[in-house]
């Protein structure tokens, strides 16, 4: 690349340095060529009025071929004197004069027969021809000089021009072997560049170009120092634009990392105080670029997650409200025990139950158990109040029938625009364990296990869900058990709803026999073995219902 370099600069040299000569060379050659088809002596004398007042030119001597007289003509003298010498001039020639530095277009002239008569010869200094090139601001350091392309050197390549020296560099005439390479990269290429040596920086560098106006090649040497400086001065003055362009890009990626980092220690430092519950004042947005969109999207995810705890605290805290509203303990008497449960799907669940014992009547316990459609806190808020007109309405006189109606005429009122309902089941069974009562609501049968005879019924009835006709009149049912251990089971149909991971439901008939063969124990292990024995069946599926149920054993 550097040779290339080297090349490209010093043809530029050279190049310029030729057309400058050949410049120089053009008009005395054409005033010249004009002498041979003057049509008149008059043309011709004032055509060469001009050619010996042409600067450069030292002067213009005619010689005759036929005689010994010599018609000098100097460059101020008269060019009148010379008789019939100004007619038919061949084509100038050139004739260097290697002894007086100088060279000399020289013009034949021919009698009409073709006859050399004499010629007429311009001598022009070569000094002049070079003269203004040291003016140049490319010519410092260079050496300019003329070679033909039988090798002669047609000025010397070492001499001082309007007192400048030219370049101290080794003549070209001293160096053969030089001159040799250099004349064969002559005859081979019209311009081109030759070195002196081999080298990356190479000492003296000929560029040479051949004039288009003479048949001789310009040739111009300086050293590959002086050659490379503008091109040194232009790669130094690239390394450090490149070197600042590098620095700025590098500063502007250094305080663009450092904003991008600070912003995402800043973000990453929220979310870290965000995992351990600490909602701090939102981030403060200071771009409108990607970190600006990052800091907005976690500024509304950390919104959004602070509501999601506050509600999920909320939900939270309306089951364990919930939770508190059903019975906590079992319940126990001389001759039955009752104990449910209730499992939410959700937080809050629609279902419920109660072990309803009031002191005043002490001959009877009174158990409710209800399934409110839907799931989450809009039905648990149903539950809440069904439980609640249950409750009240059992304290008033009437049978469990007129407590059923009277609780489903209020509920109307509430579920009209929602179209809500509720199912229930209401049964009272007295203290000795031998009547039973109850109301069916659209709720699940009860299933009644004689522990003697290993057999099961169910405790049927009329009655749609509270909530759907104010109109509505319920019937109460009642049956006398034998004096033998029962247990009855009041549920959802959560239970026999529940799935498996294969699809499977639960289903009554595993449900008769789970009763059966966990008969023999209390209402408590029973409940607790039920619980135990959903949870093993469901395995890793999903709860899609609240699952109730109250157990009641009679000895």
């Known amino acids: 690349m550097l040779i290339n370099q080297v090349t490209y600069s010093a043809g530029s040299h050279q190049k310029r340095t030729a057309i400058y000569i050949d410049t120089r060379l053009q008009r005395p050659k054409i005033i010249l060529s004009k002498l041979?088809?003057?049509p008149n002596d008059e043309v011709s004398r004032y055509l060469l009025d001009i050619l010996t007042s042409l600067n450069g030119v030292l002067k213009v001597q005619y010689t005759?071929?036929?005689?010994?007289?010599?018609?000098?003509?100097?460059?101020?003298?008269?060019?009148?004197?010379?008789?019939?010498?100004?007619?038919?001039?061949?084509?100038?020639?050139?004739?260097?004069?290697?002894?007086?530095?100088?060279?000399?277009?020289?013009?034949?002239?021919?009698?009409?027969?073709?006859?050399?008569?004499?010629?007429?010869?311009?001598?022009?200094?070569?000094?002049?021809?070079?003269?203004?090139?040291?003016?140049?601001?490319?010519?410092?350091?260079?050496?300019?000089?003329?070679?033909?392309?039988?090798?002669?050197?047609?000025?010397?390549?070492?001499?001082?021009?309007?007192?400048?020296?030219?370049?101290?560099?080794?003549?070209?005439?001293?160096?053969?072997?030089l001159k040799e390479k250099l004349l064969a990269a002559i005859l081979q290429n019209d311009s081109g560049a030759v070195f002196s040596d081999n080298t990356q920086l190479p000492n003296t560098i000929y560029g040479f170009s051949t004039l288009s106006e003479a048949p001789w090649t310009m040739v111009v040497s300086s050293s590959g120092a002086t050659i490379l400086r503008p091109i040194t001065a232009f790669r130094h003055a690239y390394f450090l634009a490149v070197f600042l362009t590098i620095v700025v890009i590098l500063f502007l990626l250094r305080f663009l990392t450092a904003r991008t980092i600070k912003t995402v220690q800043q973000v990453s430092s929220a979310a870290t105080r965000l995992a351990k519950?600490?909602?701090?004042?939102?981030?403060?947005?200071?771009?409108?670029?990607?970190?600006?969109?990052?800091?907005?999207?976690?500024?509304?995810?950390?919104?959004?997650?602070?509501?999601?705890?506050?509600l999920k605290n909320s939900m939270a805290l309306a089951g364990e409200v919930q939770r508190n509203l059903l019975p906590q303990t079992c319940f126990k008497s001389r001759h039955i025990e009752a104990i449910g449960v209730s499992i939410p799907s959700d937080e809050t669940g629609g279902d419920f139950f109660d072990l309803i014992d009031f002191k005043?009547?002490?001959?009877?316990?009174?158990?409710?158990?209800?399934?409110?459609?839907?799931?989450?806190?809009?039905?648990?808020?149903?539950?809440?109040?069904?439980?609640?007109?249950?409750?009240?309405?059992?304290?008033?006189p009437g049978t469990l029938a007129h407590c059923i109606s009277d609780v489903n005429n209020l509920l109307c009122r509430d579920t009209e625009s929602s179209g809500n309902f509720v199912t229930a089941f209401l049964?009272?069974?007295?203290?000795?364990?031998?009547?039973?009562?109850?109301?069916r609501a659209?709720?699940?049968?009860?299933?009644?296990?004689?522990?003697?005879?290993?057999?099961?019924?169910?405790?049927?009835g009329d009655g749609v869900a509270l909530g759907i006709d104010p109109k509505r009149k319920y019937t109460e049912n009642s049956i006398i058990l034998p004096t033998t251990p029962h247990i009855v089971l009041i549920g959802t149909d959560g239970i026999t709803d529940l799935e498996n991971s294969s699809g499977e439901r639960f289903g009554k008939q595993r449900l008769q026999s789970f009763i059966a063969k966990h008969s023999v124990h209390s209402c408590e292990i029973i409940l607790e073995n039920l619980c135990r024995e959903l949870t093993n069946f469901r395995?890793?599926?999903?709860?899609?219902d609240d699952i109730t149920f109250v157990i009641l054993k009679t000895d």
């Open 360 to 396: 005043a009547d002490d001959h009877r316990l009174t158990i409710a158990v209800g399934d409110v459609v839907g799931h989450g806190i809009g039905a648990a808020l149903l539950m809440a109040t069904t439980r609640a007109f249950i409750r009240s309405r059992l304290q008033q």
């Open 36 to 38: 041979t088809t003057a």
């Open 442 to 460: 659209g709720h699940e049968p009860a299933i009644v296990y004689n522990l003697k005879e290993k057999s099961f019924s169910k405790l049927k």
């Open 64 to 177: 005759s071929t036929e005689t010994n007289s010599n018609n000098h003509i100097e460059t101020q003298g008269d060019a009148k004197s010379a008789d019939n010498y100004l007619k038919y001039f061949t084509k100038s020639t050139y004739s260097p004069s290697l002894a007086s530095n100088t060279v000399s277009l020289i013009s034949k002239q021919k009698d009409s027969t073709g006859k050399t008569k004499g010629f007429i010869e311009v001598t022009i200094s070569f000094y002049d021809l070079i003269g203004h090139i040291p003016e140049a601001p490319w010519w410092t350091g260079l050496r300019t000089f003329l070679i033909d392309h039988q090798g002669n050197i047609l000025a010397p390549d070492s001499f001082t021009v309007n007192g400048h020296t030219q370049s101290e560099n080794i003549p070209l005439s001293t160096m053969p072997d």
């Open 539 to 544: 395995g890793n599926e999903r709860q899609n």
């Open 277 to 310: 519950g600490h909602f701090d004042a939102p981030l403060q947005v200071q771009s409108k670029d990607e970190l600006g969109e990052l800091i907005t999207s976690f500024n509304s995810m950390s919104m959004q997650l602070q509501q999601g705890i506050q």
């Open 427 to 439: 049964l009272a069974i007295t203290r000795d364990g031998n009547k039973i009562t109850w109301v």
